[in-house]
């Protein structure tokens, strides 16, 4: 199943491609150094956008599952012809 991450900043959303393990590190070094700008990368293309992270941003991150194939389940019957 496919997923994307989301990152929300203060109540904006931002949708991102894997790897994010990179990117949440230099948002915390942001943070722990009371303020920076981190490069926050596109989904498909282009330049990102520079986000000014400090100590009282709000921020949470998010992993969606999108697509994939729907569960199998035993416990439907088939409708059959009506």
């Known amino acids: 199943m496919a997923s994307i991450n989301r990152?929300?900043?203060?109540?904006?959303?931002?949708f991102l491609p894997d790897p994010v393990d990179g990117l949440r590190e230099q948002i915390l070094e942001a943070i722990r150094l009371n303020g920076g700008y981190v490069n926050i990368p596109p989904l498909r293309s282009g330049p990102g956008i520079d986000i000014l992270f400090s100590p009282g941003t709000a921020v949470t991150w998010t992993r969606i599952d999108i697509g994939g194939e729907e569960p199998e389940s035993d416990d439907e019957e088939p409708l059959g012809d009506l």
């Open 7 to 14: 990152l929300t900043v203060d109540g904006k959303d931002y």
